[in-house]
Structure formats: structure tokens, C-alpha cells
């Protein structure tokens, strides 16, 4: 049986005990629905090859080498990733477009006894309903945007937030950077799809009748772009703004970015395109710290000749309502979780 989704919550929403993507691994890596396993019935060589078997010799050959490829490849699943699997199992499989790899390996399932079905449309159908809902639909949800200078901690303020069952909206998490000049983060940021699909996830998943704390952030985080309609909603949030020393916000960018500043060669290559910006005495000045290794009168430097002068220029463009201001007088674990507390009294009133 081919089942139809007609909204992205009711794809989420499916009772099934797991999601199979059939695709190439490439397919897989680049985007894939949450929570699916790779289970490829055609590898990335496997499946070039018979696509250029379909374009210059014939449909046919094509088919037939497929179709072998195809059974050869999933008969091993069957054999290996699925053989723990009891008669009740019941998978959703999907290809690029609920045609032959999803049909055939769904059929072969199903002769064995277990209850699997195709998604309709298959990957194609999935990127139109995360497309419909993060660049059509209006954002449901009602935004709380946690504003403030760099170095004041946000992202580990969502944090302590989660654990005190407040709902967030983890965009640097998503998006694996920490949204900043030097936020790179281990094993780089997924693409652009998987991003959106990460995040349609989250936003599926949260109560749009509570209010949803999001670190504010530009339009973009790190190369990644935030779909309009969140970024309209994110603009047009009411802040509540963190304040901070210039002493606290150094010390925690100290902890909080020492992959960076350890690593002199990446912290110059990342650093070096902003003497345009900020003129070459300045960043010379930096430059000097880095050799010095002295990370602690360096950050005190980013933050006052770079990070605090970009956002007081954005912030003077922004117009939303700051509806509470907290000051943090130290970013420890103490400090943050007295944060918390205060922004969840702030939104127990709203």
C-alpha cells in the first residue's frame, strides 16, 4: 500500500517502528527524513551506472540491470540490518519518488510478512511539505528572542532553560556552529537541507500554544539561511536581553571557543579578512595577542573592537520589544542557572 501525507506533522506523525531510506548513500548524506535509517538498494557507483545505462543504451538494459542490483542489495539487509526484526515489524520505506527502489524492496518485505509500506511520492513528496511549511505556511509559534552581546552565554542559557521544561529552539545546535565569526564548529554544518529538515522537526515537535525561546540570530548561521518566515518571526520577536561584563563575557568566550583559540593558523585565516573592516592596526593588534598566546586579552579585545561595535550597528536596526533584562554577573553553571530562573518567571507572566 502507497500512503499519502498531506502535511509535514502528519508525515512526523506516522505510528510506524521505523523509516527506511532506500536511496544512495549520497542521497542519504545530503538530506534524508529525521529518525531514517540508510539502507541503499542502489550505491552511489551502483546507481550512476545504470543511470547512464538509461541514457545512452536503453531504458531496458537499465531496468534489468537494476532491478538485479536492486534485489542483490536489499536480499543482504534482509539477511544482515533487518534479520532481528520479529513478524510485527512495521517499516515506511521511501525512495526519491515512491517509484521502483521503494516498490521493490517494500514488496520484498512484505512477502516475508512484515507490514511495510511506501511514502507516496517518496523523498520528492517530503521536500514538498518541508518547503510548504518553512517558506509558505506562516510560523505558528510564538517566538521569545534571547538577545545580547556575544560572550553572554545564550546558547548555554537555552540549555538550562530545556531542563526546566521551557520550550526551545536550538538554531546553532541545528545548524553544528556557533553563529559568530569563529563559530565553526567539529565535522562542519550539514547542508542546507538537512538543516531545514532539522529544523521543520523541531518546530513540529513544540507546542505552538506555549512560547518558544530562540537565540536571536542574523539571517544566516554560518553558511546556512534561515527560511523567511522564521526569520520575519524571529526579527518581529519580543527580546529579553542578557547583560554582561566585558570581564565575565572574556573569560567564558575563553572556555567556550578554546578549540579556536588554541589553533593560531585557523584563528589568523579567520581573522585576517576583517582588516577591512576594522583597519590594519587593529587587526594587527590581535595578530600580536595570537602570538603572545594570550587568549584571555584577546577575546577583551574581539569583543570591544569587533563583536560589540557589529552588534550594536544591527541592534540599532532592530525594533522589537525588549520585554526584560537580565544581568548575569557571572557565566558559570551558579550564573546561568540563576538566568534561567529569572527568564522562566518572565515568561510564566506572559
Known amino acids: 500500500m502507497v500512503l499519502k501525507f498531506d502535511s509535514l506533522p502528519d508525515l512526523y506523525a506516522h505510528e510506524f517502528d521505523t523509516v527506511i531510506d532506500v536511496r544512495s548513500p549520497a542521497e542519504y548524506a545530503e538530506d534524508h527524513l529525521p529518525g531514517a535509517i540508510s539502507l541503499p538498494v542502489l550505491d552511489n557507483e551502483e546507481r550512476a551506472r545504470v543511470g547512464t545505462i538509461y541514457v545512452q543504451e536503453s531504458p531496458f538494459l537499465a531496468r534489468k540491470l537494476g532491478a538485479a542490483l536492486v534485489f542483490r542489495n536489499a536480499a543482504n539487509h534482509i539477511e544482515n540490518s533487518l534479520s532481528h526484526h520479529e513478524g510485527g515489524w512495521r517499516p515506511l520505506v521511501y525512495c526519491w519518488r515512491g517509484g521502483q527502489r521503494s516498490g521493490s524492496f517494500t514488496w520484498m518485505l512484505q512477502q516475508i510478512g512484515w507490514r511495510a509500506e511506501v511514502v507516496e511520492g517518496g523523498y520528492r513528496t517530503y521536500r514538498r511539505l518541508v518547503n510548504r511549511y518553512l517558506y509558505d505556511d506562516p510560523l505558528l509559534h510564538r517566538l521569545i528572542a534571547l538577545d545580547g ?40 554544518q550539514p547542508s542546507q537541507k538537512a538543516f531545514e529538515s532539522a529544523l521543520a522537526a523541531a518546530l513540529c515537535h513544540l507546542d505552538t500554544a506555549r512560547p518558544v525561546v530562540v537565540e536571536a540570530e542574523s539571517s544566516k548561521i554560518g553558511s546556512l539561511i534561515l527560511p523567511p518566515s522564521l526569520w520575519t518571526a524571529l526579527r518581529q520577536a519580543p527580546r529579553i536581553q542578557i547583560n554582561a561584563s566585558i570581564q565575565a563575557r572574556s573569560a567564558y568566550l575563553v572556555s567556550a571557543y578554546d578549540d579556536v583559540l588554541s589553533d593560531q593558523v585557523r584563528l589568523r585565516d579567520r581573522l585576517s579578512p576583517l582588516r577591512f573592516h576594522r583597519g590594519h592596526e587593529v587587526v594587527d593588534g590581535w595578530m600580536t595577542l595570537i602570538d603572545a598566546g594570550d587568549k584571555r586579552a584577546l577575546t577583551q579585545a574581539l569583543i570591544e573592537q569587533h563583536y560589540d561595535p557589529a552588534y550594536a550597528k544591527a541592534n540599532r536596526a532592530r525594533k522589537a520589544k525588549i520585554i526584560a533584562s537580565i544581568e548575569v554577573p557571572t557565566l558559570d553553571a551558579p550564573g546561568l542557572s540563576a538566568a534561567a530562573s529569572q527568564i522562566e518567571a518572565v515568561l510564566d507572566q506572559l
Open 149 to 188: 552581546y556575544t560572550g553572554t552565554a545564550k546558547t548555554e542559557i537555552l540549555t538550562h532553560l530545556k531542563e526546566r521544561s521551557v520550550q526551545v529552539l536550538d538554531l546553532e545546535g541545528l545548524a553544528n556552529h556557533r553563529g559568530s565569526l569563529l563559530g565553526e564548529m567539529p565535522g562542519g
